[in-house]
């Protein structure tokens, strides 16, 4: 699942086929699950927290051979497709179809290409910084999600029939391939989706830093330039806003369920 959506996030931000599901044990690919687990050690660890003591240490090492992996790989697209667009600009989407019956669209780093701002474009490293972003966010996260669905409706046999009885509904027995349109239209499986990303949000916690003083419905003063966290995983199983939290129940996000919720009850990735 991980290779399947770092595939399909090559594909939406840069246009480009990095193979991972036929090659695993790329360059690219290796240095990718590298920097995530870096990333991931890091985070735990008390001591690799600290700049100094992590610079010592062989990850960093590793860190640094990696992101020269990634960047290079990422500054030779930009490039490519810069001249590429030189040659022959990208028209914005229009109302066509193309064959899975959804809207042509402009990947997200053509997007940033032809973004000016005061008449300029954007710096080559921005633009870098946000593709990487993309890509990195994008397919760990979205493949967490994916696994995590898989793991609920393995558990619920039930739940996982309700979907195949809707596609059926819709897509009839033909084997065709979805639309975006078909989608749209099965329900059920958006309350699924929902519930498992109640249950296992692809973020848990979230770190935010305050601008001005905030105060809270408990009237506890939060000082300016503070950095809070948003617990969204405890938010998420609050018996309070879920009664039974540990149940999986996708018509909790039924239309008559969702009637009245808080809107910040739900913070899903």
């Known amino acids: 699942v991980t290779l399947y959506a770092l595939d399909v996030i090559c594909e939406a931000s840069m246009n480009t086929t990095v193979n991972a599901q036929k090659d695993a044990d790329s360059e690219y690919v290796r240095s990718v699950k590298e920097m995530c687990r870096i990333i991931l050690y890091r985070s735990l660890s008390p001591i690799k927290m600290w700049d100094t003591f992590y610079n010592l240490s062989r990850d960093s090492q590793k860190e640094k051979k990696a992101l020269h992996i990634l960047h290079g790989f990422t500054n030779s697209v930009i490039k490519n497709r810069s001249q ?5 600009p990208v028209k914005q989407p229009t109302a066509e ?3 899975v019956g959804s809207k042509k669209r402009v990947t997200f780093l053509d997007l940033l290409l032809q973004c000016r701002v005061d008449g300029k474009p954007l710096p080559h490293n921005m633009i870098r910084e946000e593709v990487d ?3 990195f966010e994008g397919h760990d996260t979205t493949s967490s999600g994916i696994q995590f669905a898989l793991f609920l409706l393995a558990h619920h046999p039930d739940i996982q029939e309700k979907i195949v ?3 059926r509904q819709i897509m009839g027995n033909v084997n065709q391939q979805f ?4 989608i749209q239209k099965m329900k059920y499986l958006e309350m699924v989706i929902k519930e498992c990303l109640r249950m296992y949000p692809s973020v848990p916690i979230i770190a935010r830093k305050l601008t001005t003083e905030m105060r809270t419905a408990s009237n506890y003063v939060i000082p300016a330039n503070t950095v809070t966290h948003v617990h969204i995983y405890g938010v998420h199983h609050n018996p309070l806003l879920y009664p039974n939290p ?3 129940d996708p018509e909790r996000f039924s239309p008559e369920n969702c ?3 808080h809107p910040f009850a739900y913070i899903p990735f």
């Open 84 to 88: 590429e667009l030189e040659k022959d």
């Open 246 to 248: 540990e149940k999986f």
């Open 165 to 167: 009885v809707e596609i």
């Open 97 to 99: 179809e193309d064959e």
């Open 133 to 135: 972003t993309f890509t």
């Open 259 to 261: 009637r009245g919720r």
């Open 179 to 182: 639309a975006f349109a078909d």
